[in-house]
């Protein structure tokens, strides 16, 4: 899954370039996010997000993969973002939040170049707030989202070794999402996976010992109790729908 998910037109920033440029974040709300149905989290993410939403995993063709929170149940629907832009929820994952800001990473040149999308609703809004002082120093709110992005990146990093480890152990499965809404409209999801409480039972104690220590342990254990959220999204989905009719 792309790290530019909502990004359109990703410029680096540039102290002399954006020496005056004012940004007002969330100036729409989160409408930027409303079409995306899946929000790429860290397992750091999981205690928070696992009360509101289901965390499945997207695997790729290797060995890795990343954790979703699942926001809607059908393409180009988030059902946490609001008409009016607002989001509807108490958690937001940081992926949503660190928008318009982006890291770039170099691995051939261990470096990183910090990105924003000129496209964003409040990039040069004139009641918005300065990445650079006078003196070109950076402001509170551009250093903050450097901390927010740096930390993400951490974290991320972190998860990429949990998902290789779910998968070393074989304990994913795939998982397909068939329902029926009230209307007659069938809705079919794939291309996701879950753990398997049964492999997960029936692992050697040094394993289970291992995922303890490691602190995978914990990130199972809030997916799984996450899950039965699909249920609250099918009737998030219910109530708009009956609205629109």
Known sequence: MTTLLFYEKPVIIDRNVHRDLRLKLQSSGFRYAAKTNSIPLAAVEFAMVCHE?????????????????LTGL?????????????????????????????????????????????????????????LFAEDGAN????????????????FTSQT??????????????????NATLNNGATI????????????LNALADADLLELARTGHLSSIYAHLISLPNLQKLL????????IAA
């Open 53 to 69: 939403y289901p965390i499945v995993f997207i695997l790729d063709e290797g060995d890795g993969g990343v954790p979703v929170a």
């Open 139 to 154: 402001t509170p709110l551009l250093n903050g989202m450097l901390d927010l992005l740096n930390e993400y990146r951490a």
């Open 160 to 177: 990429t070794v949990m998902v290789k480890h779910l998968r070393k152990l074989d304990l994913l499965i795939p998982r397909v999402v």
């Open 74 to 130: 059908r393409d180009n629907e988030n059902l946490s973002v609001r008409a009016d832009g607002k989001w509807d929820g108490v958690y937001i994952p940081a992926f949503v939040r660190r928008y318009p800001f982006v890291l770039q990473i170099d691995d051939s040149a261990e470096e990183s170049r910090v990105l924003i999308d000129s496209a964003a609703d409040g990039f040069g809004a004139p009641d918005g707030e300065r």
């Open 235 to 242: 009737e998030r989905l219910e109530r708009l729908t009956a």
């Open 188 to 199: 079919s999801m794939d291309g996701f996976h879950v753990v398997d409480e049964a492999r």
